[in-house]
């Protein structure tokens, strides 16, 4: 039972519960009485419904009662978006559809029953009557003049144009020598796949006017507001659970419909009712991340300096807003100029509606996007220039020096030092060795790449003033008589581990075993308040809150074990399961301070008893962790398959707190990042039909595909909070998709290939090498 | 993902089963390892009123050598075929080919009677057996026959056997002396499945002609197919590269080949003569180890 100290590579709490399958996720959820949902869900892209007839579905044995979006109007608040852009348009979305359909998937009526089988079954009982619309599932086409409209309320597609604009434009487009290089980017459609999907079960309990949501949410603390809002059961009434959620990736970063339709139908019901998604609901229900067409245009001097960035993004939002829809491509357009002094930037985002469901955060939400385009741009410029990537690379860096630093997009860099990175991975990777490689092969007919991918992410989101909700986090700690801590956390981890990194912060800090601090969260009725776990904040933020509660907590223990000890607070230090002066001499056991504390026979005149503290941090800036990835790739010359052989990441979060976690979010974000690059795709077709609407179809990243991943990190402090900790949770994802690419580029560019979008299927890059070899 | 509801039959018999089957026509289904039929009742693509369980017909599985041939029983998993010493020893082409199935829980779960009466058009099976020229055992109400397994394969998801027939074995020759055989097999990256699958058993001359080529390939068409033309063209000929790169070139030929979002029709032609190539390739290094030894 040693002491467990921050920065130690300790094994996770969470873990055996989850790895023996006895944790409780939504689907283990029974109430006495419970009913189950099941949706009848729109088979068109686009449609009026010209009638919907429940009559044999509500006549089916053991079905309770079918509801209509008609039925619900104006009795269910409308799927909420939190997003403040200047002027966005904000379609109506209701829960369920009412006259008009606009994807595949969308709820239009739900069956409720006594059984998940019996709900099912009814479903395809649901007579729907609809009368197809014209469908718009190109961006571009949306934009186009005469485009069939996915709101006819709307005059046109664009749901909103943000511009972002620094530096001396004039002065750069009239300097000589300035090179122009202009590419297309396409960053696709990705599909989450948590491993749990989205389930809620919904109690309404008449008497007391009290509704409890078990949801699987990374966000239960705003999801009770905005439950609240739609179900018309005030605030004070709802208690909202987030239980065990088996991964979210931002996918459960949002409010629902069927959230609120379990709400209203427990309400109007009195009986608790359940929902629990299908894996085909949902590919095509849960939000989607990325879908942007990115065009860039690239101002470089003859040395390889870049020193202007313009960007048109074509962000394609679907049919409607999920919580932060629109927010999400304008991260891209903020963190485009990456981890370079780039002094002209110009960027416009034009959100679009198409007939798709709608996109969402997925894990890097928006800064993917920005380091594809940054990532692939700096290669580009070696090409273009020939150049080695490295050095266009370090030559762009700011100076380590140069931090705080201020940039063009309107952001200030906390800490850095991307040289670092770099060098450490080349040396890793032995880079020199491998370009000799490289050669090599070449001459054999092989195709050796080596991408790389220097990074910046804008993490621990973040200060309230940038954030719609706010940006704070609340933490509690609590020591019981018997000397166990007891921690409250308004974040919602859902697999990252907090619950093993927060008792750590609390066992260093208060020098007890880790085993006697246990960490709630997730429970609305337990945490009085929170925003929760997304955007790589909860330990930086949430962990920070707590850290200070401990601090707190350790200023008034040591007033107790002073008054008691006859010597100043200032003198004691908290070890080994002690309150005591630093050589020792004088002592009290942690247990006889709280003791003392809770019992209050002698306190100290002015302390109050107990010992509880709580805090609301709340940071004055984002951190911006980075780090440098480097691929290494080979190209099949007869088929196109890409080999990934090595793949090496130095990441640097800040102040590592345990590098197995840290070590753990890497993996599995490189495992996205690099499933995007090579094999991940949401398809639609010209009619809105999802053509990967099973994981058949949908090509999920495994474990067998991936090499053994190199991983390592460097330290740089933020001064953002007191811990020092920038966030890891999106890293491996943002990192790693242009690392990827670049290798692949790289290893063709013998051939002339300059680009290739995603995903780097092998028909792509055989078609590629087929007319290669015929010119 | 919730089937439709449905009746669970356990026979104790195979009598039982096939009487069962016979019953319910074409309302009944077998039920082995559950690892294709119950995905496409969850989607609900299949919607039997009875399920019938073979799964409790144990002495369905097994391995064993008997005289010139390895027999397998159709209920055994991929799991025991891919782990099996007499298999590695006797037939590797096997365990070769089980190692490629899906994941470690379809293994153990699957069966290889299951995966040919399936006859999912990307399975890996039927490319072995296809290859290995065996014969595929069934019993109905009728009595018990064997199937030639070029003859097994009828179309799309369809074979020879009759609804109430129960494929009971696989029973596979033995290679004989100079024989080597190989699969080689590209992944498709969602399902796992082969984008294509190709097994090569060739038999050598003493003077390095090819005595007899076999070849099955799986994923490029509606059903596994011989390739005839391959074997025709490497027939007799020394087995140089030259020879193979020639006979591989005809590994699609006169066939509908499927297309989807990872491969178009003219890529996975191309991918067949690839892999062909590559399963040639490999047969006749060990077809060549095998003389030697
Ligand atoms: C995630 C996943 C990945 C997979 N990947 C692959 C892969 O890469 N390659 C591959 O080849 N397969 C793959 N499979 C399929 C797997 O191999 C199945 O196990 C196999 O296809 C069917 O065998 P089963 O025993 O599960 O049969 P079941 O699913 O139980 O039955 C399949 C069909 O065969 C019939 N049937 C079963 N046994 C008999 C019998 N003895 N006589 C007559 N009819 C019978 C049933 O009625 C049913 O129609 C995968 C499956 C899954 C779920």
């Known amino acids: ?775 | 993902m919730i089937p439709q509801s449905f009746e669970y039959h356990v026979p104790r018999t195979l009598e039982e089963a096939s009487r069962l089957a016979a019953q319910f026509g074409a309302d009944g289904k077998f039920l082995a390892g559950g690892h294709s039929l119950i995905p496409m009742m969850k989607l609900r693509l299949a919607a039997p009123k009875h399920l019938i369980d073979l799964t409790c017909l144990r002495d369905l599985a097994y391995i064993r050598e008997e005289g010139e041939h390895v027999r397998i029983g159709a209920l055994t998993t991929h799991f025991r075929i891919e782990s099996s010493a007499l298999l590695k020893e006797k037939c590797p082409l096997l365990p070769e080919t089980a190692r490629e199935i899906g994941d470690v829980q379809v293994r153990n779960r699957g069966t290889i009677g299951g995966n040919l009466a399936h006859s999912d058009p990307a399975a890996d099976w039927p490319a072995a057996v296809l290859a290995l020229e065996a014969e595929l055992r069934a019993v109905s109400p009728r009595g018990e026959r064997g199937m030639a397994a070029k003859d097994f394969f009828v179309d799309l998801m369809t074979t020879a056997l009759a609804s109430d027939e129960v494929l009971v074995e696989i029973k596979v020759p033995q290679l004989g002396h100079g024989t080597g055989a190989a699969y080689a097999k590209l992944h498709h990256p969602a399902s796992g499945y082969a984008m294509v699958g190709v097994a090569a058993v060739i038999a050598l001359r003493d003077n390095g002609a090819v005595e007899r080529a076999a070849v099955g390939i799986t994923g490029v068409g509606p059903k596994a197919y011989r390739a005839f033309a391959v074997e025709t063209a490497l027939h007799g000929k020394p087995a140089t590269q030259a020879h193979l790169n020639a006979a591989a070139a005809h590994a699609a030929e006169g066939v509908d080949v499927n297309a989807d979002l990872y491969a178009s029709a003219e890529y996975r032609s191309h991918l067949a003569r690839v892999y062909t190539r590559r399963a040639l390739e490999a047969a006749v290094k060990r077809a060549r180890a095998a003389a030697t030894a």
């Open chain 1, 1 to 775: 039972m040693a002491t467990a100290l921050l920065g130690e590579r300790i094994k996770r709490k969470e873990d055996p519960r989850l790895i023996q399958g006895r944790g409780h996720y939504v689907d283990d959820i029974v109430l006495p009485g419970l009913l189950h949902l099941a949706f009848a869900r729109s088979p068109h892209a686009h449609a009026r419904i010209k009638s919907v007839d429940v009559t044999a579905a509500q006549a089916a044995p053991g079905v309770v009662a079918v509801y209509t979006g008609a039925d619900l109007q104006g009795k269910v608040g409308m799927v909420p978006c939190a997003a403040g852009i200047e002027g966005l348009k904000v379609p109506e979305h209701p829960c369920l559809a009412v006259d008009e359909v606009r994807y595949v998937g969308e709820p239009v009526a739900v069956v409720v029953a006594n059984s998940a089988y019996t709900a099912r079954d009814a479903v395809e009982q649901v007579e729907v009557e609809y009368d197809p619309l014209p469908v718009v599932v190109d961006p571009e086409k949306a934009l186009a003049p005469g485009a069939p409209r996915v709101h006819s309320k709307l005059a046109d597609n664009v749901a909103f144009v943000a511009k972002l604009e620094g530096g001396d434009w004039k002065a750069l487009e009239a300097e000589p020598g300035i090179k122009v290089i202009r590419q297309r980017l396409i960053n696709q459609r990705l599909a989450p796949v948590a491993m749990e999907t989205r389930g809620v079960v919904a109690s309404y309990s008449p008497g007391e006017d009290l509704l409890t949501v078990w949801s699987s949410t990374q966000i239960p603390h705003i999801l009770k507001t905005q439950l609240a809002l739609m179900s018309g059961v005030e605030e004070n009434h709802c208690r909202v659970i987030a239980p065990e959620v088996g991964g979210g990736f931002g996918s459960k970063l949002n409010v629902y419909g069927e959230e609120g339709v379990a709400c209203y139908v427990s309400k109007a019901l009195g009986r608790p009712v359940k929902w629990i998604e299908s894996r085909r609901e949902n590919l095509q229900a849960t939000i989607h991340g990325r879908d942007q067409i990115n065009d860039v245009e690239v101002y470089v001097r003859p040395d390889g300096k870049v020193a202007g960035l313009k960007c048109w993004i074509i962000a394609d939002l679907g049919a409607y807003h999920q919580l932060l829809t629109p927010a999400i491509p304008t991260l891209t357009a903020l963190m485009i100029v990456g981890a370079y002094h780039i002094p002209c930037v110009f960027v416009e985002t034009k959100g679009v509606f198409t007939n798709k469901m709608a996109t969402d955060a997925y894990r890097g939400a928006g800064r993917p996007e920005a380091t594809y385009i940054i990532e692939r741009v700096m290669d580009l410029v070696a090409a273009e220039l020939n150049l080695d990537p490295v050095d266009v690379r370090m030559k762009n860096f700011p100076s380590p020096k140069d931090f705080p630093l201020a940039l063009p997009t309107g952001v200030t860099y906390d800490s850095a030092n991307y040289q670092r990175t770099l060098k450490k991975v080349l040396k890793a990777a032995g880079y020199t060795k491998l370009r000799k490689e490289q050669e090599r092969l070449r001459k054999k007919g092989r195709y050796l790449g080596i991408g790389l991918s220097t990074y910046v992410e804008i993490c621990a989101m973040g200060p309230s003033s940038r954030m719609p909700a706010g940006g704070w986090e609340f933490g509690s700690v609590r020591i019981e008589p018997t000397g166990k801590v007891t921690v409250l956390s308004g974040t919602s981890p859902h697999g990252q581990g907090e619950e093993t990194t927060f008792a750590q912060i609390v066992a260093s800090g208060f020098g007890i075993p880790y085993e006697d601090v246990t960490v709630l969260h997730g429970d609305t009725g337990v945490v009085p308040m929170g925003i929760g776990t997304f955007g790589s904040r909860t330990t930086a933020v949430g962990g920070t809150a707590i850290y200070l509660a401990v601090e707190r907590l350790k200023k008034k223990m040591a007033r107790i074990a002073a008054h008691k000890l006859g010597v100043k607070p200032g003198e004691l230090e908290f070890k080994d399961g002690k309150v005591q002066t630093a050589g020792g001499e004088k002592a009290m056991r942690f247990l006889e301070v709280v003791a003392e504390a809770i019992f209050a026979k002698q306190l100290p005149p002015g302390v109050e008893p107990g010992l509880v503290e709580q805090c609301v941090f709340e940071p004055a800036n984002f951190t911006f962790p980075f780090g440098a990835h480097l691929a290494v790739v080979e190209v099949d010359p007869d088929t196109g398959e890409v080999r990934l052989r090595n793949y090496y990441a130095v990441d640097d979060c800040g102040r590592v707190l345990n590098p197995m976690l840290v070590d753990g979010q890497i993996h599995g974000g490189l495992v996205q990042g690099i499933g995007q690059a090579l094999w991940e795709e949401h398809v639609y077709d010209e009619n809105g039909q999802l053509l990967t609407g099973t994981l058949m179809d949908y090509a999920v990243p495994r474990a067998h595909q991936f090499p053994w991943f190199e991983t390592a990190t460097t330290e740089t402090p933020t001064r953002v909070n007191p811990l020092g900790a920038k966030g890891v949770g999106e890293a491996g994802t943002i990192g790693s998709t242009p690392a990827i690419v670049n290798a692949v580029v790289d290893a063709l560019r013998p051939l002339g290939v300059r680009h290739i979008d995603m995903p780097l299927k092998p028909e792509k890059i055989w078609r590629v090498l087929r007319s290669a070899s015929a010119a």
